[in-house]
């Protein structure tokens, strides 16, 4: 996770559209009056939170901010305002609104720009409402905007009576702009598979939507969801755990999540938990639902794709619908893990296919498989080494077990029983007692109660690099997740620990 996420929600209760289906629709036609003193409040609660978070971005982490009124926020002009002030903060790296995209661009555009705001920081999520909108000049809109910089998603509920009019407004944006459909609730059946594939044709992640999505709140520490009236939840089906903003002088970190849920009934909350596929599809702030698209996706096996306490190798489902739409989308799935080929490819056999090889053995063993061709390389190790390493075998309680492809080594391990993990203290002494130019030659790992030791020039950054290379594309362009020690690098090459997109 890049920062924290904070979701926030003020006392505007009121919107241009008359949508049938939507209670705020109503409040519109209402007393001026009210009206007026609604949007007053509205705006003095507004300025008075951005004030408070921009004063507290350092001590909090909050990095985003997205607004999800009930009303629509972004046809008053101090929302503009209050995200260009929060955009120019150095700390802030998202700040967005969820809009039904009816205002007047260039005025408010400026009006951003003349606070200081900063377009790329800007996000906006665009629900469109066919009641109330073409598709033609929805699907303008938001291209006037992509042209701008601004980064957005568009969306619709997936209505199966609105399936053609989706095809179309696909068809009218900017490949670029992902078009998400939700699920629609209340609709009293299941979808058929017809609409089911049909939806999935618009949206690659579609098939998100209907997993169940079990509520876990482990996946909650970084975010929270804040209400004007100081009501503060962990995401926004949560239940209330406090009232903040009379607390808001000692509000220096995020409240412990408080879950309460058994499922995650909506994109605002399982988008926003902090787990391997929205980090993997949607970056560091998946909230705002914008996809990374990246063109090439390293995955460690153990402890990432596959839990390490899970015996069967079990990948879950939304792991799995996950790595399908990556799929989908053009990016080439890889693994890169510490695991033999062979065993890599055992555990994962569910999404094998979806796999074009990886990096293996620690780096030192890379493949690719690609249109048809094929690609591979080992890092070889010196055979001399297992001459030194055998009479070392009962004095450390292990057995040597290698790797080979054609007769040569390229992965040593030293393994014990599963009770007796190996220490860092005797891998060193271990290691130190081989002479010193098999050592320049080799480095080691510690996996549990195996030993590994592989090529000094086999690693996964490494491994990244040279597959990058096979694939014509920039690590830049990649994401890598993994869980160790092993990883960082990689995930560092790959931009996956900062880059929004
Ligand atoms: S319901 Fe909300 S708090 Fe609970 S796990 Fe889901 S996203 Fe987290």
Redesign the pocket.
């Known amino acids: 996770m890049g920062g924290y996420t904070v979701l926030y929600r003020g006392s505007l209760k009121s919107c241009n559209y008359h949508c049938s289906y939507c209670p705020f629709s109503k409040r519109s036609g209402g007393d001026r009056d009210v009206l007026n003193r609604e949007l007053r409040n509205d705006r003095k609660q507004w300025f008075s939170f951005v004030k408070m978070l921009l004063e507290r971005v350092e001590a909090t982490n909050i990095r985003a901010l997205m607004v999800t009124p009930y009303g629509e926020a972004m046809i008053h002009p101090w929302y503009w305002e209050g995200l260009a002030q929060l955009s120019r903060h150095d700390g802030i790296d998202a700040a967005g609104a969820q809009t039904n995209a009816s205002f007047s661009i260039e005025p408010f555009f400026e009006l951003f720009q003349k606070a200081g705001g900063k377009p790329e920081k800007l996000r906006l999520w665009a629900t469109f409402h066919p009641e109330m909108t073409s598709v033609s000049a929805f699907a303008e809109k938001c291209t006037r905007l992509w042209e701008l910089g601004v980064q957005l998603c568009a969306g619709a509920v997936g209505a199966p009576e609105n399936m053609e009019l989706l095809k179309q407004l696909r068809k009218e944006l900017p490949e670029g702009i992902y078009l998400w459909i939700n699920r629609m609730d209340g609709m009293r059946r299941a979808y058929t598979p017809k609409e089911t594939s049909g939806f999935a044709e618009i949206d690659p992640y579609f098939y998100r939507e209907l997993l169940p999505h079990p509520?876990?709140?482990k996946?909650?520490a970084g975010r929270m969801f804040l209400e004007a009236d100081g009501r503060i939840r962990?995401?926004n089906?949560?239940p209330v755990q406090k009232r903040g903003l009379k607390e808001v002088p000692v509000w220096e970190t995020l409240p412990a999540?408080v879950?309460g849920?058994k499922r995650?009934s909506c994109y605002l909350?399982?988008g926003?938990?902090d787990n391997l596929m929205n980090q993997a599809l949607f970056g560091p702030y998946p909230l705002f639902r914008i996809p990374r698209r990246p063109k090439a996706v390293f995955f460690d096996i153990m402890g990432t794709l596959v839990s390490d306490a899970d015996a069967s190798d079990r990948i879950s489902a939304e792991t799995v619908a996950g790595l399908s739409s990556l799929k989908k989308e053009g990016a080439v799935l890889l693994f890169a893990t510490t695991l033999p080929y062979g065993e890599a490819v055992r555990r994962c056999r569910s999404v094998r296919s979806l796999f074009c090889g990886g990096i293996f053995a620690a780096g030192a063993h890379l493949f690719l498989e690609k249109d048809g061709k094929t690609r591979e390389y080992f890092y070889y190790l010196d055979d001399v080494c297992l001459s030194f390493l055998k009479p070392l075998e009962r004095k450390y309680g292990c057995r040597i077990l290698t790797l080979k492809n054609g007769g040569r080594c390229y992965k040593i391990t030293l393994l014990r029983a599963h009770r007796k993990p190996w220490r860092e203290k005797e891998a060193r002494e271990l290691f130190d007692a081989l002479p010193e130019e098999i050592r320049n030659g080799m480095r080691y790992l510690i996996e549990d109660n195996c030993l590994q030791m592989v090529s000094a020039y086999a690693d996964k950054a490494g491994g990244v690099k040279k597959l990058c290379e096979w694939l014509c594309v920039s690590p830049e362009e990649t994401y890598a997740a993994g869980d160790s020690a092993e990883d960082v690098k990689m995930m560092e090459l790959c931009g996956s620990r900062t880059k929004d997109r």
Request: charged share 25%; net charge neutral.
């Open positions: 509520a876990n709140e996946e909650c962990t995401c089906i949560a999540p879950c849920r995650c909350a399982y926003g938990r």
